[in-house]
């Protein structure tokens, strides 16, 4: 049962993410709202770094951020976004499918260096680290998707945008 609730949450999650990515304009990739913020393409391609974090909570024992590039280059069309999207969605979906539940309950780690950051079974590490984290992201596009006068997906439910309002 817990596997259950596990896999329809993320494929639910990662399928809602998608719908917002394939709104991304090209001609707006480099775009952010505030000097401190991430460009639009920096944002998404940071989602599919999150895909890449989600698949190391099923491959490996522990993630160090230490050992990882603190930011990569931005991708910077929709196209490229959703290609690499889908491969890692197939990817985890696949490692998702193969789980049971007592590899979901073993310990996972979050670390810099030897500074452990957090350590919880897999499960709540895919949920919180992985999904909620990409869910925040996610609705950061959604405002720089409104920001810029570009119709936003419904979420969790239908959006003004396709209400008419």
């Not at 590899?103 to 670390?111: A, P, Q």
Request: aromatic content about 6%; overall charge negative.
């Amino acid at each position: 049962m817990v596997k259950q609730l596990i896999v329809g949450d993320v494929l639910k999650e990662l399928a809602t993410t998608r719908r917002i990515l394939e709104c991304l304009p090209d001609e707006h990739m480099t775009w952010k709202p505030h000097v401190k913020s991430m460009s639009l393409g920096g944002l998404s391609t940071h989602l599919i770094n999150l895909l890449n974090w989600q698949i190391a909570i099923f491959l490996h024992p522990e993630f160090d951020l230490a050992t990882v590039p603190f930011r990569r280059e931005a991708l910077a069309r929709r196209e490229d976004v959703l290609e690499e999207f889908d491969a890692n969605v197939a990817k985890l979906e696949h490692l998702v499918s193969e789980c049971d539940e007592a590899m979901l309950g073993e310990s996972w780690s979050l670390r810099s260096g030897d500074h452990v950051i957090l350590r919880e079974p897999r499960a709540i590490a895919l949920r919180t680290f992985g999904v909620s984290h990409m869910i925040h992201h996610r609705a950061q596009i959604g405002v720089y998707l409104r920001l810029l006068d570009i119709p936003v997906p419904g979420v969790y439910g239908p959006s003004a945008d396709e209400e008419g309002n």
